[in-house]
């Protein structure tokens, strides 16, 4: 089958989320949920698809750091620098191949994330085109080549799906309701009880052996689950190198500080709505989904902006804030209109989508707008690919 694009995409799942490799991915596939795999579906479609898995609870430079050792076939290195800064080990697993063959300036790749996802690839880009000062110094010859930067063509264009690029209310709306301890610590046993199981690396993957959590594949466990859980309660109380501080107001403005756009590459963001307006009561509401949690919260991010004083707000999609998945807010960014041209090194900001944060992915969604949903983005990226040979 003749391939409908030049260079191969590249999904990135979210909090929690997986991959293609991982054995939960052929009960339930993230990329599609309940209406079946997307990468399936478009590869079908003469489109060449991958779904990357990355820690799922790690921090957004631990996850670009996991990402680029899949692409390119290599050992997880996660800068000696960073790694003396969250106490954690250097080197993670190594990858035998690469997610694909060939990645290079000659055959890019289009990048996509959901949620979480959206930062993961939103750092990659960064540190392959402008590197770590701090790393190269750390490390000297020994540094990585994703923290030398100067490589940031390998990535053709960069989609944000419902993805925090701006700080959003869901983490002190959590705050509010005494749910980040909760959150913080169901996480960490979880993923503990999990990640020292027959499961990890079968059902799922946390890609924790950095932490200690997870064993090194081919490696023999050196903790049991319960210091495994011990030393990861420490961890977590020592470090913000994790997700839960990564989500927080701080930690996305900590991010926004450091990532910078990449002039040629093309960035574009999909955001989603579950809130519409009642003319009957002259405000706000959360539109029921077919999600029931996430009505639930968009109702509580509703609730929290009244107690602000916002009487109508942009909406929400359950956990992203419409205007916070649009565009970081120190980026230049343009709204869509029709027959627009596409730029490079800026934000293009698309239509508004209806529904919750799961829809976007095809959670309990309609099979066929999910569907239509992911070829449109795919009939986008041929028009940027056509547009010059960069």
Same mark, same amino acid.
């Given at each position: 089958?003749?391939?409908?694009?030049?260079?191969?995409?590249?999904?990135?799942?979210?909090?929690?989320?997986?991959?293609?490799?991982?054995?939960?991915?052929?009960?339930?596939?993230?990329?599609?949920?309940?209406?079946?795999?997307?990468?399936?579906?478009?590869?079908?479609?003469?489109?060449?698809?991958?779904?990357?898995?990355?820690?799922?609870?790690?921090?957004?430079?631990?996850?670009?750091?996991?990402?680029?050792?899949?692409?390119?076939?290599?050992?997880?290195?996660?800068?000696?620098?960073?790694?003396?800064?969250?106490?954690?080990?250097?080197?993670?697993?190594?990858?035998?191949?690469?997610?694909?063959? +060939?990645? !290079?300036? *000659?055959?890019?790749?289009? &990048?996509?994330?959901?949620?979480?996802?959206?930062?993961? @690839?939103?750092?990659? #880009?960064?540190?392959?085109?402008?590197?770590?000062?701090?790393?190269?110094?750390?490390?000297?010859?020994?540094?990585?080549?994703?923290?030398?930067?100067?490589?940031?063509?390998?990535?053709?264009?960069?989609?944000?799906?419902?993805?925090?690029?701006?700080?959003?209310?869901?983490?002190?709306?959590?705050?509010?309701?005494?749910?980040?301890?909760?959150?913080?610590?169901?996480?960490?046993?979880?993923?503990?009880?999990?990640?020292?199981?027959?499961?990890?690396?079968?059902?799922?993957?946390?890609?924790?052996?950095?932490?200690?959590?997870?064993?090194?594949?081919?490696?023999?466990?050196?903790?049991?689950?319960?210091?495994?859980?011990?030393?990861?309660?420490?961890?977590?109380?020592?470090?913000?190198?994790?997700?839960?501080? +990564?989500? !927080?107001? *701080?930690?996305?403005?900590? &991010?926004?500080?450091?990532?910078?756009?990449?002039?040629? @590459?093309?960035?574009? #963001?999909?955001?989603?709505?579950?809130?519409?307006?009642?003319?009957?009561?002259?405000?706000?509401?959360?539109?029921?989904?077919?999600?029931?949690?996430?009505?639930?919260?968009?109702?509580?991010?509703?609730?929290?902006?009244?107690?602000?004083?916002?009487?109508?707000?942009?909406?929400?999609?359950?956990?992203?804030?419409?205007?916070?998945?649009?565009?970081?807010?120190?980026?230049?960014?343009?709204?869509?209109?029709?027959?627009?041209?596409?730029?490079?090194?800026?934000?293009?900001?698309?239509?508004?989508?209806?529904?919750?944060?799961?829809?976007?992915?095809?959670?309990?969604?309609?099979?066929?707008?999910?569907?239509?949903?992911?070829?449109?983005?795919?009939?986008?990226?041929?028009?940027?690919?056509?547009?010059?040979?960069?």
């Amino acid at each position: 089958m003749e391939k409908k694009l030049r260079y191969p995409i590249i999904f990135v799942h979210g909090m929690f989320g997986w991959g293609e490799n991982e054995g939960i991915n052929k009960k339930i596939p993230y990329w599609g949920a309940t209406t079946g795999s997307l990468t399936d579906f478009l590869n079908d479609k003469g489109y060449e698809c991958y779904a990357a898995s990355v820690g799922p609870i790690s921090s957004a430079w631990d996850q670009a750091c996991q990402l680029y050792a899949q692409l390119m076939g290599t050992k997880v290195d996660y800068g000696k620098a960073h790694s003396l800064r969250h106490n954690h080990k250097q080197f993670g697993r190594e990858y035998e191949k690469p997610l694909f063959e +060939g990645w !290079s300036e *000659e055959k890019k790749v289009h &990048l996509i994330g959901h949620s979480f996802g959206g930062l993961c @690839i939103r750092m990659l #880009s960064h540190l392959l085109e402008y590197g770590d000062p701090r790393e190269v110094e750390a490390s000297g010859d020994d540094v990585s080549p994703l923290f030398k930067g100067g490589n940031g063509k390998l990535i053709y264009s960069l989609s944000a799906i419902c993805s925090p690029l701006g700080t959003i209310d869901t983490y002190e709306v959590a705050e509010k309701y005494s749910l980040v301890r909760p959150i913080r610590a169901g996480t960490v046993f979880y993923s503990c009880a999990m990640g020292r199981s027959p499961l990890n690396g079968k059902a799922v993957d946390f890609h924790l052996e950095h932490f200690g959590l997870t064993n090194t594949p081919g490696q023999k466990d050196t903790e049991s689950g319960h210091q495994a859980r011990k030393l990861m309660r420490k961890k977590y109380k020592e470090t913000d190198d994790n997700i839960v501080f +990564g989500l !927080s107001p *701080e930690g996305i403005t900590k &991010l926004n500080k450091m990532v910078e756009i990449v002039p040629h @590459i093309y960035y574009f #963001s999909f955001p989603f709505n579950a809130v519409e307006y009642d003319e009957k009561r002259q405000k706000d509401k959360a539109k029921k989904t077919d999600l029931p949690l996430m009505h639930f919260t968009s109702f509580l991010l509703l609730h929290n902006s009244r107690q602000k004083g916002i009487d109508k707000s942009a909406g929400n999609d359950g956990l992203v804030d419409v205007l916070a998945a649009c565009s970081p807010p120190d980026e230049p960014s343009v709204q869509y209109t029709e027959n627009m041209d596409y730029q490079s090194g800026i934000w293009n900001v698309m239509p508004v989508q209806t529904g919750d944060h799961g829809t976007a992915i095809g959670l309990m969604a309609d099979k066929d707008e999910t569907q239509n949903f992911y070829l449109n983005i795919m009939a986008l990226l041929k028009k940027i690919e056509s547009n010059k040979n960069k």
